[in-house]
């Protein structure tokens, strides 16, 4: 909850609270207290989705209670057990997914794999189900985010490559107005290069199977971010610690499921508009501190409840059906009344509180001694009001259209 104090000047005040969509509307995909990862099914190599016979994905926590989604991979790749996947249980078509990760060693353990492997995850979007890959498959077909660490591919002197880039399993995209696919040739392609100066700052991560105790880049933390609207496009944020900007490194257009076998068409492929969102498990050990998913799909409806300002495609079924607003919205006992976009207060304003469709507080404001407010700065959407006067108190509803 963010809360800004200051005179009754609205617009000053809700500069920065309008930056982006308040934190409680993402969803916590990875949960505190969730020891059994319910709300992920894992798919291993060899194995049916569901089973996760060497614990590769498990739920830990720091020592001061704060929940880590670990990756332990210790076990060869072999014909008989391979790379793994851990899908939510979720399928979203518009959505904004952000990830903080770090790999507490520098070694892989897919044996004969390939140096590649070496801190390699990767967030996996717009996948098939888990239950409908073949028992052998090794990768979803998605369009792969793949995330790299600071000592990636094991040689020369870190950082040493780019992190964010794009992989492509059995998908097809549009890259600057060529396509990409396999077929094409592209099954991997390097994001822009972004100037990593990596968050070492935080707390050590608890639990991990790290096999380089003493090596101080285990505690590097990184951070991605993608934004996927439909079959439209996919963009790849990252930032290197959590008080800096995202950086935008990577962007395609037209998700295709398939391969194109030629730069200048889609081909036979068809459109991909949705997806499950997987976590990898390749040949090292990954920890994630946080993953969240923020849904673009929603009321649009402004008078409703369940309307939120940032969502991009309507969908009336997520409506509350509350539709009583109006009725509520002009006049408060003798304490206010709401006229258009102004809070006319009978005495002099002590104090105002905005509060979201959350019940989130998204701005405190103390009186001047005037006895209105002017809200014309506010934002489309619905909103409770609670003023308080040298009269009394009273709270408001007002829908802002």
């Avoid at 967030?123 to 052998?136: E, I, R, W």
């Avoid at 993608?226 to 439209?232: A, G, K, M, N």
């Avoid at 499950?276 to 969240?292: H, K, L, R, V």
Wanted: with cysteine.
């Amino acid at each position: 909850m963010k809360v800004i104090y200051g005179a009754l000047t609205l617009a000053a005040a809700l500069t920065t609270v309008f930056a982006g969509p308040n934190d409680s509307n993402w969803i916590q995909m990875l949960r505190k207290g969730d020891t059994k990862l319910s709300d992920w099914t894992p798919k291993i190599q060899g194995h049916a989705a569901g089973e996760n016979p060497y614990n590769s994905f498990s739920y830990g926590e720091t020592s001061d209670g704060q929940p880590r989604l670990i990756v332990t991979d210790t076990v060869s790749n072999t014909s008989s057990y391979g790379y793994g996947h851990l899908f939510y249980k979720t399928a979203y078509s518009d959505y904004i997914v952000r990830a903080k990760y770090h790999f507490p060693t520098k070694e892989s353990f897919a044996g004969g794999a390939g140096s590649w492997t070496i801190q390699n995850n990767g967030l996996m979007l717009h996948c098939q189900s888990a239950a409908s890959m073949d028992k052998g498959q090794d990768y979803p077909k998605s369009i792969e985010n793949q995330l790299i660490g600071y000592w990636s591919y094991g040689d020369g002197s870190p950082p040493n490559t780019t992190t964010s880039n794009l992989c492509l399993v059995n998908t097809s995209v549009n890259y600057h107005g060529q396509w990409y696919s396999d077929g094409t040739g592209h099954h991997c392609t390097q994001s822009k290069f972004h100037s990593l100066a990596y968050d070492s700052s935080t707390t050590p991560a608890k639990g991990a199977n790290s096999t380089n105790a003493t090596w101080p880049g285990k505690d590097i933390w990184e951070y991605a971010m993608d934004r996927v609207i439909d079959s439209t496009s996919m963009t790849f944020y990252m930032r290197s610690r959590p008080d800096t900007a995202w950086d935008s490194v990577l962007g395609v257009t037209q998700i295709r499921l398939g391969l194109t076998n030629t730069s200048s068409g889609p081909g036979s492929t068809t459109a991909l508009g949705s997806g499950y969102i997987s976590i990898q498990m390749e040949g090292t050990s990954t920890e994630f501190a946080s993953i969240e998913v923020l849904n673009l799909v929603g009321c649009m409806t402004k008078t409703d409840t369940a309307y939120r300002a940032y969502f991009i495609k309507d969908d009336p079924k997520q409506c509350s059906g509350s539709t009583n607003i109006a009725a509520r919205q002009y006049s408060v006992s003798h304490v206010f009344s709401l006229s258009g976009s102004r809070i006319l207060a009978t005495a002099e304003i002590l104090q105002v509180d905005i509060i979201d469709v959350s019940g989130a507080r998204i701005a405190s404001l103390r009186g001047n001694g005037q006895s209105f407010l002017d809200l014309s700065d506010l934002r489309p959407g619905v909103y409770s009001l609670r003023v308080q006067t040298r009269k009394g108190s009273a709270q408001a509803v007002y829908a802002k259209m």
